[in-house]
């Protein structure tokens, strides 16, 4: 599993909040989208800056998940010791079922997140691919 080091803003910066999120290739969407735990987005306090709209997901078994949906209402960053890797704008889906935060096909795109060993959890930058090889945390 890959767990990367991120900080979600909401847009207008007034808020942040760092936290381990979980890369989901199988989480697709046409568009960047990081799915938060309730308490999580709680702390961003995103109604602020955007209005919820319900938001159907299709789940893995076929069945389908009822979320809330914020457009456009955060900046997505990968933070490493010696890298920050964003912004990428990013719709916010809103789970109270969710454990962790989970990125989406497309923004782990838009991040330039190059993912070379599943299992093992190896990873780098789309300009680092032959050269650097990072870990999960």
């Not at 046409?30 to 938001?55: D, K």
């Not at 964003?86 to 889906?93: F, I, K, R």
Request: glycine share 6%; net charge negative.
């Amino acid at each position: 599993m890959l767990r990367l080091r991120v900080r979600v803003e909401r847009v207008d910066g007034e808020r942040a909040v760092e936290v381990l999120a979980i890369a989901n290739s199988g989480f697709v969407s046409p568009e960047p989208e990081v799915l938060l735990p309730m308490h999580t987005a709680e702390r961003l306090a995103l109604s602020e800056v955007a209005e919820p709209e319900a938001a159907r997901k299709a789940l893995g078994d076929g069945s389908e998940a009822l979320l809330l949906r914020y457009r456009d209402a955060a900046r997505v960053y990968v933070v490493e010791e010696d890298r920050v890797e964003g912004p990428v704008q990013a719709h916010v889906l809103v789970s109270p079922k969710a454990s962790y935060p989970l990125l989406n096909d497309k923004l782990l795109g838009r991040l330039r997140i190059v993912l070379i060993d599943f299992a093992e959890g190896v990873w780098c930058f789309r300009d680092e691919l032959g050269r650097k090889e990072r870990r999960s945390w």
